[in-house]
């Protein structure tokens, strides 16, 4: 797909405003005011990471602080049982916690974003399905969506609590036994005990039931990433929230915009793999809510 160059926007088309939210505390008023002029742009393409959801408690992959970790890879998934076993162990186990996660005001804010024609949409790092729950409407689900369960052969689809329920019938009683187990940084839980784990198959063909999400070893789905370029495309605008840039397929959407001259705002807790380019306008290093939250009033009550 080719880059556009930005088209000229009339000023006699302007988005309506978000809604004024309560004024929260901040402590980087002028980046914030720099962040708002941005949106004179309107409407911006929206990238987010694992940051922008680690205020509904899902932990983060690459954070400050966070221990190395490998992730499972798709030919071990595929090729070795006892990784599928220890899959599904955890993701029975970790659904016991992850039952109160929902979406946080960063979520929320750029939902309203949206349906005030301030942005076009989101594309998003994250498999959480939280951007979809607090009513974003144009969402591309660059790693995929882990509330939906394919079989390999046929497609067959499913909900990941439909799959969850198989586990509880073929294992009776191990989520129960396994409660306080502790939680990875995915939101599956670390269970050891797993030989006797009998892992859910498709009840239409018998295949292997997975995840529909990008593993490692995995590419992005080209028309998963030709619907994100087309958001970046129309766009006036990208702000990249909560990612530190550390997956390909980010960098080249924000290559995309730099193609198209388009400015770029950047909110994150820590360095991203973009902070010494010309293209970023404006850089905030704070939290993606509390961020979301304090320009979404500075929008509203300007």
């Known amino acids: 797909m080719n880059d556009h160059s930005a088209r000229h926007r009339s000023t006699e088309a302007r988005p309506r405003r978000a809604a004024a939210a309560s004024d929260p505390s901040g402590s980087h008023p002028a980046e914030l005011e720099r962040l708002a002029a941005l949106f004179g ?66 979520h929320l804010a750029l939902a309203r974003f949206e349906a005030a024609g301030l942005t076009n949409g989101v594309i998003t790092q994250n498999v959480d399905n939280l951007h979809r729950r607090a009513g ?24 990941r609590d439909q799959v969850l329920g198989w586990f509880d019938d073929l294992n009776p009683g191990f989520a129960a036994r396994n409660a306080g187990a502790e939680i990875a940084p995915d939101g599956d839980a670390l269970v050891s005990e797993t030989a006797a784990v009998e892992a859910p198959s498709c009840p239409e063909c018998g295949s292997i039931l997975r995840p529909d999400v990008v593993y490692f070893g995995e590419l992005v789905p080209r028309p998963v990433f030709e619907a994100a370029e087309a958001l970046v495309a129309s766009a006036g605008g990208l702000l990249l929230i ?35 380019r010309e293209s970023v306008t404006v850089r905030i290093d704070a939290g993606a809510a509390e961020t979301l939250a304090a320009l979404e009033h500075l929008l509203g009550s300007s």
């Open 136 to 159: 974003s409407r144009s969402v591309v689900e660059l790693h995929g969506n882990g509330n939906v369960i394919r079989c390999t052969e046929h497609d067959h689809r499913f909900t």
């Open 41 to 106: 742009a309107a409407p911006l393409a929206v990238l987010t990471g694992a940051g922008i959801s680690t205020d509904s408690g899902i932990p983060d992959y690459r954070g400050a602080g966070t221990p190395p970790r490998t992730p499972m890879s798709i030919a071990q998934f595929m090729e070795d049982p006892a990784y599928r076993r220890r899959f599904w162990a955890g993701a029975r186990v970790g659904a016991l916690r992850a039952a109160g996660v929902a979406p946080n005001s960063g």
């Open 242 to 276: 909560g990612t530190s840039l550390a997956v390909n397929t980010g960098i080249r959407l924000v290559h995309r915009a730099q193609l198209r001259g388009i400015p770029i705002g950047v909110i994150n807790r820590g360095p991203t793999a973009i902070d010494a």
